[in-house]
C-alpha cells in the first residue's frame, strides 16, 4: 500500500525545480440570480460581473483556509494580500 494517495504523490513529484514548497488547488460553486427579466445586460457582460463578484466574494474566505490550513500543517505562514477592487 501507498503512503500517500496518488494524487498527492503525483502533485508532489510534478515538480522538478524543488522550489515551489507546497502545492494547494480548491474549488468553489458561486450562484447569482439575475432578478430583471430580460436583463439588459449582455451575456459577456453578465460573465465579466459574476467573475470579478464571485472572486471578490471567495477571496476572504480562501485566505482564511489557506492560513488555516497551512497553520494546522505546521508549515511557514504565507499571507496573500487582499483584493483590490478595480476603478472603472
Do not use: K
Not at 6 to 13: K, L, N, R, V
Not at 26 to 31: A, F, H, I, N, P
Amino acid at each position: 500500500m501507498a503512503d500517500r494517495p496518488p494524487e498527492a504523490t503525483d502533485q508532489s513529484e510534478s515538480d522538478d525545480s524543488g522550489t515551489d514548497p507546497y502545492f494547494v488547488q480548491t474549488e468553489y460553486r458561486v450562484l447569482y440570480t439575475v432578478s430583471e427579466e430580460p436583463s439588459s445586460l449582455s451575456e459577456a457582460e453578465i460573465d465579466q460581473v459574476a467573475y470579478w463578484e464571485a472572486t471578490a466574494t471567495i477571496w476572504p474566505y480562501f485566505r482564511a483556509h489557506l492560513a488555516d490550513m497551512l497553520d494546522h500543517a505546521g508549515l511557514p505562514r504565507l499571507v496573500l494580500p487582499h483584493l483590490r477592487r478595480r476603478s472603472s
